[in-house]
């Protein structure tokens, strides 16, 4: 039994403001509506979607998820950071640096993203999408590892990183301390290969906790993984 990652959801005020931002700067189709909010087929060889759901949850903090985005020149990079701009991202300031190879931005509703520079060998083959990096605990890299079969690519100094066997974006969490819950925030969708009470009794088992609203809308079960971060396991589709 395991669960496949069906979707990486933003919670979102403006869902189709969000959409047609990360539709722009990912060039990527919108397909069908996805549990009660949007999706963009991400393209990527790990095959999930990105989510757009709706939700009045206000951001406080940096969110412990963001995107990687990697460039193939300089020219490329710039090329990402302009459209996206020009789309409605700004400029942001985590503490990178003036001296920073990457870029760090917004998008229109404050969910932060890196440009990455040309030549990064960790996420060179990985696609436009190279990474998703989460601020997160090693033993939380171990727990998505179990739950979604992907194998460890990176375990060192409490830094873990996961990848699907096919391919595709990486997973990386940096290790301790942990950032305070941002509120608003990038969560996980999954969808189990079997029975999705079965699917929930295993991820509980390595670790997961039901949330007292334990169901949410159409069915989905709500959890959250070890170091707090609430994830959606769907019916099966």
């Not at 929930?200 to 079960?221: C, F, I, N, P």
């Amino acid at each position: 039994m395991s669960s496949r990652l069906a979707a990486i959801s933003f919670d979102a005020h403006q869902p189709e403001r969000l959409t047609h931002f990360w539709s722009g700067v990912l060039g990527l189709e919108r397909t069908e509506d996805f549990c009660n909010g949007i999706a963009l087929r991400s393209g990527n060889d790990a095959g999930y979607h990105l989510g757009f759901r709706a939700s009045e949850v206000q951001k406080t903090a940096q969110n412990r998820l963001h995107f990687d985005l990697t460039s193939s020149s300089p020219e490329d990079q710039q090329a990402t950071v302009a459209r996206a701009l020009e789309l409605g991202a700004q400029h942001a300031d985590v503490g990178q640096g003036e001296d920073a190879s990457h870029v760090v931005l917004a998008d229109p509703e404050g969910n932060e993203f890196c440009v990455i520079e040309p030549g990064n060998n960790f996420l060179a083959g990985c696609g436009f999408i190279g990474a998703l990096a989460c601020d997160g605990s090693q033993t939380v890299g171990y727990f998505w590892s179990e739950a979604l079969g992907w194998p460890l690519v990176w375990d060192q100094d409490e830094e873990t990183a996961i990848q699907s066997p096919n391919g595709g974006t990486k997973i990386t969490w940096g290790g301790p301390p942990l950032m305070p819950d941002p509120g608003k925030d990038l969560h996980f969708d999954l969808v189990p290969d079997g029975d999705q009470q079965a699917e929930v009794e295993r991820l509980l088992t390595l670790g997961a906790k039901r949330l007292d609203s334990a169901h949410g809308e159409e069915g989905a079960v709500l959890l959250t993984d070890p170091d707090g971060n609430l994830f959606r396991v769907l019916t099966r589709r």
